[in-house]
């Protein structure tokens, strides 16, 4: 056998020196301030009525864009929860297990009042400044959004029953996290989840089968009963207490349920196991079993549904400033990689095709933005009979439209990055899992655009004042003008309308976007999106703007710097 031939010197020092540069590559969006980078957000801010809060969002704004603060997100989605339904020596202890980033991550949230704040410091702007902070947060991580949102929504279905709020409210909307599996009474901070569908019935609510037994002869609002049943979607199933449906003999009806009865006792509402979900993995999502669990009455009985109407406009509104948030977070990252990465002899942002998709991503997020922090003031102003209107209307058209929006967004977006989005250690897996989820969450598309219908039909004003909203803008743009027209003759035609309402819900969250953008956004945002979205064949593929757009300078207005 031969030997090899030994490698001359020059050979050697070739083989051992290094392969390539590493050139032309992006960086992570780290240390920058994601406040005062959005010009969008920080316009909306003043607009709506919430600049008092400038200094504290700014602050707030460099806090989430920190690299130690965004590893919390990658790190509570790479460790998700895990269930102990019992300890070692065979004690039921129901204990969902949770990484420290998860802790964290809630623990900001409820001291910045995301949980709150409104309801403890009302005022001009509290829903605006709140929702700013949200959305902040948000592109963050959204999975522990779900116990914040459900906490946050809680409050107004809990104020039907005053005694029960005199007990509870107070310590709901403290500043305080409290994770600990012990008695709510050993707390001074506590968080709420809601406990509604069932495996037969999901949205359709009226068809559970819960019941609820009166353990003594009072009945009725703050009554004690026992719950029987299942509830087989309870997200964050280690909150202190739940809102739950269930049937009392005088019919559906809402009730407070604790994890642990005022005597210290586990309440007998046992997890069966974790969700294995596409998306928002750092939140635990669980099948329960009630087995005579403890409850107290919220609301009249047999009002369930209209006991928590307000909490579902809570938590439907926090789905749009999630899924506004999360096409800010997909949009940022592709803006933040166009701007550093070449091909072709030129910086991606540079050409013109790539511009046609960046702006067009960007347009998109502009307009969520818009609605969603309209929506915020409205329910600022819920005592205006015009805003109370818009809030009972639009929350399920933006719902509905910025939700089902946001999925193609996201892929759009990872597009831009090219094959390394695709990639575990890139951030867009997360937000393309994600996506979807506001979408079915809360109610999916038909359920909002039903609940449309029934607005329109329970108080025709709705539609009156939806179109008092967007006839501020007449006359500032033709396209728009003649979208408006048009969908007022839509809905003379009252036949066959239940078929055609998700293009009547399109029709109306494009034409309202459009008409905050004219009003509010820079002329060439505003004219932009007009000409891509309204009249014709509607928007296609992202990508497909009209000529005449300054693509440019709508990218320029939008890209962070890191």
């Known amino acids: 056998m031969l030997s090899p031939t030994p490698a001359s010197p020059q050979a050697q020092s070739r083989y051992l020196s290094s392969t390539h540069t590493v050139e032309n590559v992006s960086r992570e969006l780290l240390d920058y301030n994601m406040y005062t980078q959005d010009q969008a957000l920080r316009e909306a801010v003043v607009r709506e009525g919430a600049a008092w809060a400038e200094d504290g969002l700014q602050a707030f704004g460099a806090l989430t864009g920190s690299a130690d603060y965004l590893e919390l997100g990658v790190l509570a989605n790479r460790n998700p929860p895990e269930l102990d339904t019992h300890d070692r020596f065979g004690h039921r202890v129901d204990l969902v297990r949770f990484h420290p980033a998860y802790h964290q991550l809630m623990r900001t949230a409820i001291e910045q009042g995301i949980h709150a704040s409104p309801w403890t410091e009302p005022g001009p702007g509290a829903h605006v400044a709140r929702a700013a902070r949200f959305y902040l947060q948000t592109q963050v991580e959204a999975g522990h959004g779900c116990p914040i949102t459900m906490t946050f929504a809680a409050v107004p279905a809990l104020m039907h029953t005053p005694e029960l709020a005199r007990q509870w409210v107070p310590r709901i909307t403290a500043r ?60 964050a199933p280690m909150c202190d207490a739940f809102l739950v449906l269930a049937q009392a003999p005088g019919g559906l009806s809402c009730f407070l349920l604790p994890r642990w009865t005022p005597e210290g006792e586990k309440n007998p509402m046992q997890v069966i196991r974790l969700k294995r979900k596409m998306g928002n993995v750092s939140n635990a999502s669980s099948e329960t079993e009630l087995r005579g669990a403890l409850a107290w009455m919220v609301g009249e009985e047999g009002k369930g549904v209209r006991t928590i109407i307000e909490m579902v406009a809570m938590t439907r509104f926090d789905c749009m400033v999630g899924s506004s948030a999360a096409q800010r977070a997909a949009v940022s990252q592709a803006l933040h990689h166009c701007s550093l990465r070449s091909a072709f002899g030129k910086v991606l942002n540079e050409q013109p095709l790539m511009q046609n998709v960046l702006a067009d991503l960007v347009l998109e997020s502009e307009g969520s933005l818009a609605l969603t922090m309209r929506m915020a003031r409205a329910l600022d102003q819920r005592k ?18 910025i939700c089902k929006r946001t999925p193609n967004h996201a892929y759009e977006s990872m597009e831009c990055i090219g094959g390394s989005g695709v990639m575990e250690d890139s951030p867009f897996p997360r937000l393309f899992r994600e996506s979807p989820v506001n979408a079915i969450w809360e109610g999916s598309g038909n359920v909002q655009c039903l609940d449309v219908l029934r607005a329109l039909a329970k108080s025709p004003a709705t539609l009156d004042a939806y179109f008092t909203e967007v006839g501020r803008a007449r006359g500032a743009n033709a396209a728009l003008d003649g979208a408006v027209a048009q969908l007022k003759d839509a809905f003379q035609r009252r036949e066959d309308i239940e078929y055609r309402s998700r293009d009547l819900v399109d029709r109306m969250a494009l034409a309202l976007q459009a008409a905050l953008l004219v009003q509010h956004a820079p002329a060439g945002v505003a004219d932009a999106f007009c000409a891509s979205r309204l009249g014709g064949s ?25």
């Not at 509607?538 to 890209?559: F, K, M, Q, S, V």
């Open 384 to 401: 205006d009979p015009h805003e109370d209107l818009l809030v009972r209307l639009c929350t399920a058209v933006g719902k509905y439209w």
């Open 176 to 235: 305080h996290y409290d994770p600990r599996n012990v008695p709510d009474a050993q707390k001074a901070g506590l968080t709420i989840g809601m406990a509604m569908t069932e495996k037969q019935g999901g949205s359709d609510v009226r068809a559970n089968s819960t019941r609820a037994y009166p353990v003594g002869p009072q009945t009725g609002p703050g009554a004690a009963y026992e719950l029987v049943g299942h509830k087989f979607f309870v997200s």
């Open 538 to 562: 509607g928007h296609r593929n992202y990508g497909t703007l009209p000529g005449g757009i300054d693509c440019a300078a709508i990218i320029e207005r939008a890209t962070p710097r890191a």
